[in-house]
């Protein structure tokens, strides 16, 4: 390691990294963080994380010695999970054993608003706290750190390895398409103008936290009896998806799209332990956003996270009309409404 004398005077980087989307979902994975099928999300823009990192001299003898704020508070709960993630990956961050690092951490969202908010934290904070590595080892930033920082993100966090990259990523190895990687993710570089600042208004239809956390439903992937070929057609989907997204056929987006989401929730649902995340506002709006875009032939379609918000996409030149649809059909299904869009991915910002 280069001159960590000098650098524990203090080192500050401030990194923002957006939230993602999932149009295939990551549902299921095997040890360490790896995923048992495929995804491609969309990154977002306005929904993001952004941490301040700083490093100074260590007060105690703890390996990993970390103080995190969220929004201005100490939070020694996500805090003490940063630390152990951190502790675990070492060898990627080995300044760690020399200096103590504070964390202050805040989102774009609403802390109730029921957006996870873990891809956009780990990706935030593993391109930070690499920053820094690369910063004593006196290394330019590059493409392979953005490739690091992924695999960095990933093993914080499965989907936060996506978000490293702008506009549409691929996470997990697809037969047939060259570069992608259990490991970390990768972009989508061929993307049809109408897929270019697609629109995703995200409908607050529950804003209390998860009950059932993500890591208890990969699990339950473990002995799901329909694990296997829900495997294989995510990454038969995946596949297809990177063609409809260059050629642009936004038919085929929306068929496979809705029925991810619902593929997702019906693992849910007949798992062993089965559980229900939907909600009725999740039901009227998934049902008014069908019916509309059949009356009015309008490709708006939704998607589902792990919880009971809908995700409304369309694309950019439909963006009056499905507003306005936002603003009064759907207006009774939910609390709040998150207007974003497809983003240009992480960004370094000045202190
Ligand atoms: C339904 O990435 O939150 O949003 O790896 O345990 O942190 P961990 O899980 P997480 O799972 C996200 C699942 C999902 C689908 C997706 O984003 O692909």
Redesign the pocket.
Known sequence: MGNTTETTNEIKVKWRCPS???IV???G?KSV?IPCNP?L?LTLSNSYTEVEVTVSEKTTHEQVELTYYFEGEENQKFGNRVAAYLADNIDSFPYLNMVAVTIQSKNSFPHSAGI?S??SAFGAIALAMLDIAYQFEEKEIDDDFYQKASELARL?????CRSVFPSYSIWGEVDGIEGTSNEYAVGVHNIHPIFKNYKDAILIVEDEPKKIS??V??SLMNDHPFAEIRFKQAEKRTKELVDILEEGDIDSFIQICESDALT?HAMMMTSTDYYLLVKPGTITAIEKIMQFRLENLVPVCFTL??GPNVHVLYPEKYQDVVEEFINTELKDTYKKVIFDHEGEGPQKLSI
């Open positions: 993602n989307i999932a979902k990551y549902w994975k963080q995804s999300s996870a873990s891809a914080g966090s499965g989907s936060a993500s890591t439903g990969h997702l996270d792990a």
